[in-house]
Nanobody, 121 residues
Framework: QVQLVESGGGLVQAGGSLRLSCAAS????????MGWFRQYPGKEREFVAA????????YYADSVKGRFTISRDTFKNTVYLQMNALKPEDTAVYYC??????????????WGQGTQVTVSS
């Protein structure tokens, strides 16, 4: 069993930066890939970034490539999403997830409660 708690969301101006954190509990965290997804109001959740269980493999949505960086600290049981050069269209609720490396929701078994990111123009 893995429990995930996101933090770090908030309001930022366009061009600014935020770092999201996802603290995980459970002994299986280190053996699972981690992902970040986001959801716009009335839309389905969409993939943002993923990192393999060893941290050596990463995968990004085209919309965030070059601006966002996913990383993990196994000793702290935490995964991060560093978001730079933020745009108003990045405004969404961001969720972290644990499961199988990839860009589809169905590959992830565990989900956090989400954190709101709002980017003003």
């Amino acid at each position: 069993q893995v429990q995930l708690v996101e933090s770090g969301g908030g309001l930022v101006q366009a061009g600014g930066s935020l770092r999201l954190s996802c603290a995980a509990s459970g002994r299986t965290f280190s053996s699972r890939a981690m992902g970040w997804f986001r959801q716009y109001p009335g839309k389905e959740r969409e993939f943002v970034a993923a990192i393999g269980w060893r941290g050596g493999s990463t995968y990004y949505a085209d919309s965030v490539k070059g601006r966002f960086t996913i990383s993990r600290d196994t000793f702290k049981n935490t995964v991060y999403l560093q978001m730079n050069a933020l745009k108003p269209e990045d405004t969404a609720v961001y969720y972290c997830a644990a499961g199988t490396f990839g860009g589809t929701m169905t590959g992830y078994e565990y989900w956090g409660q989400g954190t709101q990111v709002t980017v003003s123009s």
